[in-house]
C-alpha cells in the first residue's frame, strides 16, 4: 500500500439532529467542535439530519401507500377513453 495517499481514519461521533440519538464510529470526515464521550476521551462531531433513530422506515411510523386505482385515476384526470371504436 502506498503511504501518504490515504486520508485520516479515525473515531467520529454522529448525532441525529432529529431525535438527539449518538453513536461512535469511524470516519475521515472531520470537524471543529468536539464532545466529550462516555469513554471520557473527545472525538470530533458529525450532526446528521436522519438515521435509524428517526427514519420512518426503522421506526414504524412509515406509511402505506395504497396503489389501488392509479391507472383509473389516471384515465379519469386525463379524461383518456380506453373502450376501442
Known amino acids: 500500500m502506498k503511504k501518504d495517499i490515504h486520508p ?4 467520529v461521533v454522529f448525532k441525529d439532529a432529529a431525535s438527539g440519538f449518538e453513536f461512535l ?3 475521515t470526515l472531520t470537524g471543529k ?8 476521551k473527545e472525538y470530533p462531531i458529525f450532526k446528521m439530519e436522519i438515521s435509524s433513530a428517526s427514519h420512518p422506515f426503522y421506526t414504524g ?6 396503489a389501488e386505482g392509479r391507472v383509473e385515476k389516471f384515465q379519469k384526470k386525463f379524461k383518456l377513453n380506453t373502450s376501442k371504436k
Open 61 to 66: 411510523s412509515d406509511k402505506i401507500v395504497d
Open 8 to 11: 485520516d481514519y479515525h473515531p
Open 33 to 40: 467542535t468536539k464532545v466529550k464521550w462516555q469513554d471520557g
Open 25 to 27: 464510529g469511524r470516519s
